[in-house]
């Protein structure tokens, strides 16, 4: 049985596997800071049950860090005769198509970490105030090559209407 946001002949791209590191690396931030946030009652307190919260906080994000691998590998996206299709997510998945012809934006940002990794994310801004996608983790020069093909895509769709 085939998939409807399957093509045949069309397979996913991923993102690269370098962006395991930035996604970790972020998780692992923000854990410290919600350990830490998460251990003040404990501190001001000096009772030995608020220790529970900071605890439980370590433990939810530890699972959070288990899954960033297989997470990262959910992210992709097709590009398609009318539109580019993308997809993330593992328990609850989103699938957005963003037509050609409706892009106005199509930026790439690097931070520091994506930058040192030789990575970077595209984003992609239509009409829709809700429709903002960001492909990350994306290799320099594939999202330069996406960004450029998008644009000149998106031109000549824009231009029929």
């Known amino acids: 049985m085939t998939n409807r946001l399957d093509l045949p002949g069309v397979e996913w791209r991923r993102v690269s596997p370098k962006y395991v590191v930035v996604d970790i690396t972020g998780a692992i931030v923000a854990t410290i800071l919600l350990v830490a946030v998460a251990s ?10 608020f220790w529970l919260i900071p605890a439980a906080v370590l433990v939810i994000m530890l699972l959070v860090l288990a899954f960033i691998p297989r997470r990262v590998r959910a992210i992709g996206y097709q590009l398609r005769e009318d539109d580019l299709l993308f997809r993330r997510g593992l328990l609850f998945q989103r699938f957005v ?8 934006l199509v930026d ?3 931070g520091p970490l994506s ?3 030789g990575l970077s994310d595209l984003h992609f801004v239509t009409a829709a105030a809700s429709s903002g996608v960001v492909i990350p983790g994306l290799l320099v020069v594939d999202a330069e090559e996406l960004r450029d093909h998008l644009v000149t895509v998106a031109e000549t769709r824009r231009a029929g209407l």
């Open 108 to 110: 790439i940002t690097r």
């Open 40 to 49: 003040v009652p404990a501190f001001v307190s000096g009772l030995a049950v």
């Open 115 to 117: 930058r040192l990794l």
């Open 97 to 104: 198509s963003v037509p050609y012809g409706r892009m106005q």
